[in-house]
């Protein structure tokens, strides 16, 4: 161990070096590496400045400095995210949720304690359409009483994914594999489909190029998966009450169309997330 193997030089050393790189956010990355091979929280890293890493901490986070010079996101390299104030495990086979997608967890809770229909339930059901890591339907478990949320996805790694954050929350979901509404058996008052939506010939940053191609390319206008989802609500005897959806803002007036015809209106729109209603 050397006395340049101290907090306060890697710091320093290593925030230097990924800014060069052209990473974002250089010195927050540092600090979340640092949290993650040292074990202490983010005050009791610059509190002390001085403390020296022993060789595993400094090999593991050598490690972590390389993957995301090769454009590794951040949450990948260190196996998870915060999403509503909680950790969630995340890994190759999921797509890293973002920040702006708490909108629809904000919007969920809004409707469910509001709307009088859902008020006068003695449950609630809730739908997470293409859960993907399972982290939209598991925080709605978390955040709301009374409801019976379902997670599905086409994908058995991403699944995978999902009973893990379920049995780290200890939420007991009913998790299983769907191709949208296939082997979906029971009508829902609410459905959350964050479905993918970035049209083929968008570039998005070298980190996202890193997830499943399939969590985030839907055709070339990028829609192509949301016109099968509302195909087969359209033909449901028992609609859900609501629909909420993310997508672009470039995309809103055809998704509005098909939502037209399916019987749903336009009931929100903030940030990325769509709210429809049924008529």
């Known amino acids: 161990m050397k006395k340049n193997d101290n907090i306060s030089v890697i710091l320093k050393k290593y925030t230097s070096l990924l800014n060069k790189e052209g990473i974002k956010n250089p010195r927050l990355d540092v600090l979340i590496f640092l949290e993650n091979v040292t074990g202490f929280n983010r005050a009791k890293i610059l509190s002390n400045p001085s403390h020296i890493l022993n060789r595993y901490e400094i090999k593991l986070f050598k490690n972590m400095i390389n993957r995301r010079l090769k454009k590794y996101s951040v949450a990948e390299i260190v196996q998870h995210k915060e999403f509503y104030g909680r950790e969630f495990f995340v890994n190759k086979n999921v797509l890293i949720p973002r920040p702006e997608s708490e909108t629809i967890i904000d919007i969920l809770v809004d409707v469910c304690k509001n709307d009088p229909t859902l008020i006068r339930k003695s449950k609630t059901k809730i739908l997470d359409l293409g859960c993907g890591s399972g982290i939209l339907g598991i925080t709605a478990k978390l955040e709301l009483k009374n409801v019976y949320v379902e997670l599905v996805d086409i994908d058995k790694k991403a699944l995978k994914v999902a009973k893990i954050n379920d049995v780290l929350n200890t939420t007991n979901l009913y998790i299983h594999k769907s191709d949208l509404f296939s ?68 995309q809103l007036e055809k998704l509005n169309e098909y939502a037209n015809k399916c019987g749903y209106k336009n009931f929100k729109k903030s940030n990325l997330t769509i709210l429809y209603k049924l008529k």
């Open 183 to 250: 082997d979906v058996h029971i009508d829902f008052d609410i459905v959350m489909a964050n479905l993918p939506y970035v049209p083929n010939n968008h570039k998005p940053d070298d980190s996202v190029l890193r997830e499943p191609r399939s969590a985030i390319f839907a055709g070339n206008n990028g829609l192509k998966i949301y016109q099968r989802f509302f195909n087969e609500v359209s033909k449901f005897q028992n609609k859900p009450l609501y629909l909420i959806l993310e997508a672009l803002s470039f």
